[in-house]
């Protein structure tokens, strides 16, 4: 299983014999085309291109295909995405009362190439994990105060598989494989530092949180039951997730999110999770 999609052995013949006849045209064209043969598609109909360089990648480590040399260098190893200063920004510090600030505070998707522009610059230069190039779905929304950006949020793919989330859902393996796209993963966010507003962290989230479904569903046409997130346990309490209605249900075991192989060694997470709609259990446990 590879990307949530089981390789058979009709798959192996079908993917060597592409490399054979269209290889020359290099390894994106390879995986477009397999996208067509498969008709593999997101939810919101777009073929599902990143996802099928990934699985060929894979299979090539496996050593159960051969792909064609790369027709353009690679990045290197320990590439980083170069972040651009956020030039002119307002470090002014911003305190106060959210009471008194509240109304003129607007949480917003992030569209466009200026408004990712400065999202990059902020979260890669101010967030504790940096900028990390998404992979998969994600919504990105900036909280501005009279225009000056005061927070950052982001939401990606859910963890593959995480036990304590499992459980507190009711999931077996299969309902898992078949429903996770359903669950959501908070992976940044931030406020940056020269804003000392308090309660303003879970006032933003809790904003997110009302407009995430219909943002997610206007963007991937996939609609969603529930958030999670990880907070180191070593750096933060979350506080401000407890005040904006989220539920701890347990800890990390030390790996990483996507780390099925036991390879990674991390700092233990609490684990947080956030219902989006009432009924999330029978969404997330419907028989597959």
Known sequence: MIRRRRIR?????????????????????????????????QANGRFRQIACRDLLRQLDRK???????????????????????????????????????????QVSLVQGVEQARWFKGLVGAYH??????????????????????????SFGPAAFRVAARDQFIGWGPQQRQARLPWVVNNDRFLILPWVDVPHLASFVLSRCLRRLRSDWQQIYQQDLALAETFIPKDRFTGRCYAAANWTCIGESRGRGRNDRFHQEALPIKTIWVYALRPEFRPVLCRPV
């Open 9 to 41: 052995e009709e798959d192996l013949l079908l993917i060597r014999g592409l490399i054979n006849a269209e290889g020359h045209r290099g390894r994106s064209h390879i995986s477009n085309r397999l996208c067509e043969l498969w008709d593999w598609r």
């Open 63 to 105: 050593g159960l295909v051969k792909l064609p040399p790369l027709l353009h260098g690679a990045r290197r190893v320990g590439y980083q995405n170069v972040l651009t200063t956020v030039e002119l920004l307002d470090r002014v510090p911003l305190a106060g009362s959210l009471a008194l600030l509240r109304n003129e505070i």
């Open 128 to 153: 504790y994990l940096g900028y990390q190039q998404a992979q998969g779905a994600q919504v990105k929304s900036l909280a501005k105060y009279r225009d000056r950006p005061v927070a950052c949020l």
